[in-house]
């Protein structure tokens, strides 16, 4: 049976690791800088990021100390319910969980913004509010590479719709892992 508590910290500790994959797709997918909701991102992050740059340089676009504090959270996460479980501390498990925690949080952010750009495109088409430019700007390397391939039907556009499929596969397989 899981607690409030339970839920509770699976919350705080997964928008720990939301923080920092942000940071790190936003240097990834070379979002606007100057956008308020980067610059928030950015201002949340430093702390931790700032001095963890000195030994993890970025390697291109992709800067490896917010990718590792991201793990670290999701492997703190699972220690902490472990321990609140009483259960056995495994050092691989912990580290391949961790691992797997970040990268279904990952995928999760991609689901949704997907599901939010495909919506606001109907409901306020045009709209220049600065979350949805940063969404927009984060998704599209996913969805670009699908819109060369597939073939265009007008103004209705099938990417998210593949990309979620893909997520949803991708999902179920690392669920499967961690089984």
Request: with cysteine; net charge positive.
């Amino acid at each position: 049976m899981v607690s409030t508590l339970d839920i509770i910290l699976d919350f705080v500790f997964r928008l720990v690791i939301l923080l920092f994959l942000a940071r790190f797709l936003l240097q990834a997918s070379r979002a606007d800088f100057y956008n308020p909701v980067s610059q928030a991102v950015v201002k949340a992050t430093n702390p931790v990021c700032k001095p963890l740059r000195a030994v993890l340089r970025s390697v291109g676009p992709f800067d490896l100390a917010s990718i590792v504090v991201a793990w670290l959270v999701a492997v703190a996460s699972i220690v902490v319910f472990l321990l609140l479980a009483s259960a056995p501390l495994n050092p691989l498990s912990i580290i391949v969980g961790g691992l797997i925690k970040t990268l279904l949080v990952l995928t999760q952010f991609y689901k949704w913004s997907i599901i939010i750009i495909v919506i606001a495109s109907f409901v306020a088409q045009g709209s220049v509010h600065p979350a949805l430019q940063l969404l927009q700007q984060l998704v599209e390397p996913l969805l670009a590479p699908l819109r060369r391939i597939l073939p265009s039907l007008g103004p209705l556009d099938l990417s998210p719709m593949v990309v979620i499929l893909l997520i949803f596969v991708f999902e179920d397989l690392l669920l499967r892992t961690a089984i």
